[in-house]
């Protein structure tokens, strides 16, 4: 099994009924691999959904967690303006902005 299908089989399984930790280390592999593998898009989707998640719950160490993940996708799709057009900043902005305006 590859770490993108063991990462798609670990949202999966904490998806529905699992506890608010499981669901944000869900999210963090997710966010780390695909920031790895040049996701941006998905790195700020999952790292600002665990975000919100370990906000709601209290999970102060998971948020910081995602925080740093979101803000090292963040720089780097404004240090690498050559990214190809799928990884422009512009949804990372307004990703951030949104993570941030709601108390992260």
Do not use: N
Request: hydrophobic share 40%.
């Amino acid at each position: 099994m590859t770490a993108t299908e063991r990462r798609r089989q670990l949202l999966q399984s904490t998806a529905y009924e699992s506890r608010p930790s499981d669901r944000a280390f869900a999210l963090y592999v997710d966010a780390v691999l695909a920031s790895w593998e040049g996701g941006v898009d998905v790195a700020l989707h999952s790292g600002a959904e665990g975000s919100r998640l370990a906000g709601e719950h209290g999970l102060l160490y998971w948020k910081a967690m995602m925080l740093a993940v979101i803000e090292r996708r963040r720089e780097h799709a404004y240090l690498h303006p050559a990214l190809p057009s799928t990884h422009t900043p512009t949804w990372s902005t307004r990703c951030w902005d949104g993570v941030r305006r709601s108390g992260c």
